[in-house]
């Protein structure tokens, strides 16, 4: 074998090296996109139901007052009934 054909083996070897980084660069660069992407849908599905958890505990806490309130008025009126009939 000459230099001429250990020259060309040595680049062709360096050139298949660079093209396959180019390509797995470009591939990593893809990914890292792709992963940006799902943060962001992750990020505004964990606000949704950030949202949405608030607002089922708030109508929880208002049906709660709203049951106390009711049988407060329940129990005064009890109250009252009793009061009438001694």
């Known amino acids: 074998m000459t230099n001429r054909h250990l020259i060309k083996i040595c680049l ?9 980084s180019y390509f797995r660069h470009q591939k990593i660069k893809l990914l890292e996109k792709e992963l940006v992407q799902i943060n962001k849908e992750i990020e505004t599905k964990e606000a949704n139901f950030k949202r949405t958890l608030n607002k089922i505990e708030q109508d929880a806490s208002r049906k709660r007052r709203e049951l106390i309130i009711k049988g407060d008025s329940i129990n005064i009126n009890y109250s009252a009934n009793n009061r009438v009939r001694s």
């Open 12 to 20: 062709f070897s360096l050139f298949a090296v660079v093209i396959t």
